[in-house]
T-cell receptor, first 113, second 115 residues
Framework: AQSVTQLDSHVSVSEGTPVLLRCNYS??????LFWYVQHPNKGLQLLLK??????LVKGINGFEAEFKKSETSFHLTKPSAHMSDAAEYFC???????????FGAGTRLTVKP | GAVVSQHPSRVICKSGTSVKIECRSL??????MFWYRQFPKQSLMLMAT?????????EQGVEKDKFLINHASLTLSTLTVTSAHPEDSSFYIC???????????FGPGTRLLVL
């Protein structure tokens, strides 16, 4: 079965500095990988997804992630953090062999002024 | 884009009562929907996969007689928490989307508080 590990439960950055949220995955098949963001009291929003096309995936709000099979990683990055980026971020894996999605534990991003 | 709604958004009930939560795909059809549970400051845990026209598939440890799922149409799945107890208080989220490996679209969630 597939699973993901988000290596940091909390990341704190200053506004304008780069963001790195780390995610490692385990999958028996060719995985699809996703990053979702959850703002307080709001629903989950898809940031980006990888589905076996280009390994560098660009998403919304300036986020991007790179699929590295050799490292089984799918880290999320953004060159310059904005205050509005403060939220909970979930890395998610879905095997092509089944239909369900497995969530990581989440990483809470704090952006300091 | 695809929109998934949930109703109600928030419900408070007494212990021992049953609560029904609806999940609707508003602008697309979904043969499969998923139900998740999220405890405060924790990740989403998949509870069950809801299949239109057939029985739901439950994850290990989830009581199927406690959490009844009905997927009567291609746009509606319902989760009924039967004989709710305070420990059932949680945030319940549904999702719907394409097939294996495809993007899932999440509902806004339903916050259940059992007194």
């Amino acid at each position: 079965a597939q699973s993901v590990t988000q290596l940091d439960s909390h990341v704190s950055v200053s506004e304008g500095t780069p963001v790195l949220l780390r995610c490692n995955y385990s999958s028996s098949y060719s995985p699809s990988l996703f990053w979702y963001v959850q703002h307080p009291n709001k629903g989950l929003q898809l940031l980006l997804k990888y589905t076996s096309a280009a390994t560098l995936v660009k998403g919304i709000n300036g986020f991007e992630a790179e699929f590295k099979k050799s490292e089984t990683s799918f880290h999320l990055t953004k060159p310059s953090a904005h205050m509005s980026d403060a939220a909970e971020y979930f890395c998610v894996v879905s095997d092509l062999g089944n239909n369900d999605m497995r969530f990581g534990a989440g990483t809470r991003l704090t952006v300091k002024p | 884009g695809a929109v998934v709604s949930q109703h109600p958004s928030r419900v408070i009930c007494k212990s021992g009562t049953s609560v029904k939560i609806e999940c609707r795909s508003l602008d697309f059809q979904a043969t499969t929907m998923f139900w998740y549970r999220q405890f405060p400051k924790q990740s989403l845990m998949l509870m069950a996969t809801s299949n239109e026209g057939s029985k739901a598939t439950y994850e290990q440890g989830v009581e199927k007689d406690k959490f009844l799922i009905n997927h009567a149409s291609l746009t509606l799945s319902t989760l009924t928490v039967t004989s709710a107890h305070p420990e059932d208080s949680s945030f319940y989220i549904c999702s719907a989307g394409g097939g294996a490996g495809e993007t899932q679209y999440f509902g806004p969630g339903t916050r259940l508080l059992v007194l």
